[in-house]
């Protein structure tokens, strides 16, 4: 009776690792998934939907942009007084 209630818990231990190992699986697809932007453009061309735009928005951070132009503008007239 030990040894089948032992086997029991390992086989309880390997079903609930077997699940974890799936849920990881899933997850690590969809990071593939999201990380490959050319499987949007694919999808769209095999839709024939061209005209379609995307839903997600996206956030720029303007403040970022203007300092980085200012400062190129900068070591541009920098650069050329010499």
Avoid: F
């Amino acid at each position: 009776m030990n040894k089948k209630g032992s086997d029991d818990s390992i086989k309880k231990k390997i079903e609930k690792l077997t699940k974890r190992i799936n849920k990881i699986e899933k997850r690590l697809r969809k990071l593939e998934k999201s990380n490959n932007p050319n499987l949007d453009s694919e999808k769209r061309k095999k839709s024939g939907n061209n005209n379609s735009q995307d839903k997600k928005k996206v956030s720029t951070n303007h403040n970022y942009l203007k300092r980085t132009i200012s400062e190129a503008k900068e070591r541009y007239e920098r650069e050329n007084k010499i």
